[in-house]
């Protein structure tokens, strides 16, 4: 291999965690987006020489590669949830997670950080997993990682026109939600009086800081204990909370720093047993409980 093509090796192979990214705002999980990822590096060693050579910008290539992989992917993603055993939810990552959460933390524009920070909130991906997959393909790739319309419509096989139409109808059920979304600074102190009143046994301070028509989903994918329907209303949600807590005496509740803002993992001696996450209106008030449990879901915070 000559020092020029070792050099662009180098590049292409120093894209990975641009492309493991963008998959994961797509499909959701670390695990999908790997598979993604693995497909588009398969698909570029496979192109001749001249052809990676007449490739003028191969971060925007494996860009447009990955996402029509995960184009696909999310065209047959409804048939396998409903095949999923219970609730299905995102994977849930840390902030701290530097290829999935935040780029490179030593570096780059801070504002930049924080907007891809917020863009792996559980509530956002929530949103995101009831979007049609060309809606969620447009909105990752314009309103995450500021890719032109004009390349989205190479990706997608439509017009610019119709792609800022998708991205712009994939942003108004984005932004209704975050409207309703109590500010970060509040959101972290209700949810420290929600963690206070669970661990205390308080129903009634529980119930206190739930929304009436509060939703609880909780993730075992089959292979731990998990509600397998949604639980509604405060009282039904608070007791529910309640006898996870009595039932797990020795479990270590640890504050952990979320897209959403802060959210907590629970650990026994066998390691992390769950991540989670809270939605807080702006009657500060918890109106979603996401509560992942599946192993499989959390593989980056052990």
């Not at 995102?90 to 504002?111: F, M, N, R, S």
């Not at 950080?113 to 447009?138: D, G």
């Not at 509040?186 to 009436?212: I, K, N, S, T, Y």
Request: charged share 25%.
């Amino acid at each position: 291999m000559s020092g020029a093509t070792g050099l662009a090796a180098d590049a292409v192979a120093g894209e990975r965690g641009h492309l493991l990214g963008v998959a994961y705002r797509m499909l959701g999980t670390v695990a999908d987006a790997e598979d993604a990822v693995q497909e588009t590096y398969a698909r570029w060693y496979r192109l001749t020489d001249a052809e990676r050579g007449a490739i003028a910008v191969p971060r925007a290539w494996l860009t447009r590669v990955v996402s029509r992989v995960c184009l696909d992917v999310l065209g047959s993603a409804r048939v396998r949830r409903e095949q999923y055993v219970g609730e299905w939810l995102p994977e849930p990552v840390p902030v701290t997670d530097a290829v999935l959460a935040g780029g490179d933390p030593a570096g780059g524009d801070p504002a930049e950080r924080v907007s891809l920070q917020e863009s792996v909130a559980m509530a956002l991906l929530v949103v995101l997993e009831s979007l049609t997959p060309a809606e969620r393909v447009a909105f990752v790739l314009h309103d995450v990682f500021a890719v032109p319309f004009d390349e989205i419509a190479e990706t997608l096989g439509r017009s610019s026109a119709a792609c800022r139409q998708l991205a712009s109808s994939a942003r108004r059920r984005v932004h209704a939600t975050a409207e309703r979304t109590a500010p970060r600074p509040r959101r972290d102190a209700l949810v420290q009086a929600f963690a206070a009143a669970c661990l205390g046994g308080d129903l009634a301070a529980l119930v206190a800081v739930l929304a009436p028509e509060v939703t609880l989903r909780s993730d075992g994918g089959g292979v731990v204990s998990a509600a397998r329907n949604p639980v509604r209303g405060a009282v039904s949600v608070a007791r529910f909370l309640l006898g996870i807590v009595a039932k797990n005496p020795d479990a270590q509740i640890e504050e952990a720093h979320t897209g959403n803002g802060l959210g907590y993992v629970w650990r026994d001696d066998a390691g992390v047993r769950g991540v989670l996450t809270l939605d807080i209106a702006d009657d500060d008030r918890v109106t979603d409980v996401w509560m992942v449990m599946n192993p499989a879901k959390l593989s980056r915070w052990t």
